[in-house]
């Protein structure tokens, strides 16, 4: 389709991809940590999935096609939200940015919103029957729910993503422009431990950041593959436990990514004030820290709910605590360049694993050694 | 006596395009000075430089004494720089930025200077609520009352009245020009807008191509006032001129 017949952020978006493209090439030894990292987090996905149990996951995906009406619901229901969210966000950002006082056809806009929306339906549809296909390798004899699991799959997804376009394009843009309501990070209770700290600004920042991602309904996606889950004829305490552990890890990693994110927000504005990095390292640990300890107290209930073994209630705290001084230290680092925060963590998480199974009393001296060269690189920041 | 601002032989390069090119500069206590220059000439890049955002590649620069390589926090305790209302976080109130840069400070909360200045802004009903509900100019408001929270000796701000009313303007003016006569803050002004700097400035400095290029001290500022035919505008335009050819 010819460029003129689309919005010009269209255009924008492609030149902005390939400035950047050229900015990367220019700086070979950034890229080649970049693809490196890349190439480090895909071998990781790739030892995952090869570890993989493949006969739990068949059963799973065999009872669900075992439902089609419920499951296809279920499906419906992500692409439908897949599809609606970001066409909405990008229409609000139509009207509400400098776009809004230029002179472009409206058709200009719908013709966008198709072409995104039906790309969009397109790549989860793809991506659902490659992730399928790929349960399917691990497994001897996948044909008795393989094709029915794909038809559904692509039903529901298609049918979803549809309503979902459609439904982007009906909104009237000053109804779907705010998803914020005021009110909506404001916490339900004090909590004094955040106030006692030298800035307590920053760690309520961080937990007004987190309020409004969970109440806003969080990585939605995570909920449905929550509740995709759930197996059928689980005990009721086995279910809580499941259900509250899910509800643990949604609510921790959005915190964790709102604490990361605040803190890069803080850095730059204050980065001109003589505030010591061991003050806001102080105050911005907080929140955090916080969230694991919650985090733990609850995550363990739900195991012992599930009746985890032993060895599970132990390495629960150590994965929390190890994970938020990891999750802080990255972001301290990378306070002024936040921008591969995300990659930098997944590298320092893929290493540690490496290193655990290659040799287990390796993974905590190289967590430790990570933890230190990044607090020591984050305090040279000026 | 020691400068609110002294700056020796700063350079900078972004890759092999040089931005600033030995530039010197030297503000006293009291001074108001605007920092005056075409697009691209290294104004931006001078102030991330001053206010310690960015390691300068060489030179030096000391606010009120202090190193600003060697001692970052007692440099950056000694200067107080307009926010950019871009880096204000929508999820805070504008009680609560004022309160993270007063702690950030050492003080007890927000000054009582600060919430005068902010009354007179017209910004006290908007104190409460939250930045992401601000627009422009009342963002802009905070971003200089941010700056100026504890009134330090150096006073840094780049375009300050972008977006504001004219009386929001004209009492941010008056309020520099009181920091500067009784408080003997210096203050250094950023901006394109020379009519609006013209009457309050003591001193202009012309930044070209990373380098200062011209100065004017207060008697040749109010030389150029008392002529109604001349302008600092003008003698910019004029400067330029001689410089390119």
């Known amino acids: ?155 529901g997804l298609s049918s979803g993503g549809t309503l979902g376009l459609l439904g982007a394009l009906r909104r009237g843009a000053a109804t779907q422009a705010s998803t914020r309501r005021r009110g909506h990070g404001v916490p339900l209770f004090r909590l004094p431990p955040l106030e006692h700290a030298s800035l307590p600004t920053l760690a309520h920042w961080q937990r007004i950041e987190t309020l409004r991602r969970f109440r806003a309904g969080g990585r939605w996606w995570q909920w449905l593959l929550l509740g995709l889950a759930i197996p059928a004829g689980i005990s009721l305490p086995s279910l809580a436990g499941l259900v509250l552990m899910g509800v643990v890890l949604i609510w921790y990693g959005l915190a964790m990514t709102a604490a990361r994110e605040t803190i890069a927000k803080a850095a730059r504005l204050t980065a001109a004030t003589p505030l010591r990095f061991a003050a806001f390292a102080v105050a911005s640990a907080r929140y955090p820290i916080l969230v694991a300890a919650v985090a733990t107290l609850w995550g363990s209930l739900a195991l012992l709910l599930q009746e985890a073994p032993r060895l599970f209630l132990i390495g629960w705290p150590l994965l929390m605590f190890g994970w938020v001084m990891l999750e802080l230290a990255v972001a301290w680092h990378v306070r002024r360049q936040p921008r591969h925060a995300g990659l930098r963590l997944a590298v320092d998480i893929a290493a540690i694993a490496g290193a655990a199974q290659a040799f287990a009393p390796l993974a905590p001296i190289l967590w430790a050694a990570l933890l230190a060269w990044h607090y020591h690189r984050a305090r040279k920041i000026p | 006596m020691s400068h609110a601002l002294l700056i020796e032989n700063l350079g900078h390069a972004y890759g092999d395009t040089p931005v600033l090119r030995g530039v010197d500069m030297q503000l006293a206590p009291g001074d108001f000075m605007a920092l005056i220059g075409p697009n691209g000439s290294g104004k931006t890049t001078l102030l991330r430089a001053l206010s310690g955002i960015l390691l300068p590649q060489q030179g030096k620069i000391l606010i009120d004494g202090v190193d600003m390589r ?91 009245m972008n977006g504001l009313d004219p009386v929001s303007a004209w009492a941010i003016k008056q309020h520099l020009v009181t920091l500067t006569r009784e408080r003997g803050c210096a203050v250094l002004l950023a901006t394109h807008a020379l009519e609006v700097a013209e009457r309050f400035i003591t001193r202009a400095q012309l930044l070209l191509e990373g380098r200062c290029a011209r100065h004017w001290d207060e008697p040749q500022l109010i030389a150029i006032r008392h002529d109604p035919t001349r302008s600092l505008e003008q003698a910019m335009v004029e400067a330029l001129r001689e410089l390119a050819a």
């Open chain 1, 1 to 155: 389709m010819a460029t003129h017949l689309l919005h010009p952020i269209v255009a924008q978006t492609w030149l902005g991809f390939r400035n950047q493209l050229r900015a990367q090439l220019a700086r070979p030894a950034e890229s080649l940590f970049v693809a490196l990292a890349w190439a480090a987090a895909a071998a990781l996905a790739i030892f995952v999935y090869t570890r993989l149990p493949g006969e739990p996951i068949a059963a799973a995906i065999e009872s669900a096609a075992r439902s089609p009406w419920t499951s296809g619901v279920a499906l419906a229901a992500f692409g439908f939200y897949t599809v609606r969210t970001p066409l909405l966000r990008l229409r609000a950002h139509l009207h509400r940015s400098w776009w809004a006082g230029l002179p472009i056809a409206s058709a200009r806009e719908t013709r966008t919103l198709i072409l995104l929306g039906v790309l969009l339906l397109a790549a989860i549809v793809l991506a659902a029957d490659l992730v399928l296909l790929a349960c399917a390798a691990l497994v001897r004899n996948p044909d008795r729910w393989l094709a029915a699991a794909r038809t559904i799959a692509l039903l």
């Open chain 2, 70 to 160: 060697g001692d970052p926090v007692g440099a950056k305790g000694r200067l107080g720089m307009a926010i950019d209302p871009e880096l204000l976080p929508g999820a805070l109130t504008g009680r609560q930025c004022l309160t993270l840069f007063a702690n950030i400070r050492g003080l007890p909360g927000v000054p009582d200077d600060s919430l005068a200045l902010a009354s007179t802004l017209a910004f006290m009903p908007w104190l409460d609520r939250l930045v992401e509900e601000y627009s422009l100019g009342t963002r802009q408001k905070l971003g200089i009352l941010l700056g100026l929270v504890g009134s330090p000796p150096l006073i840094v701000l780049d375009e300050p």
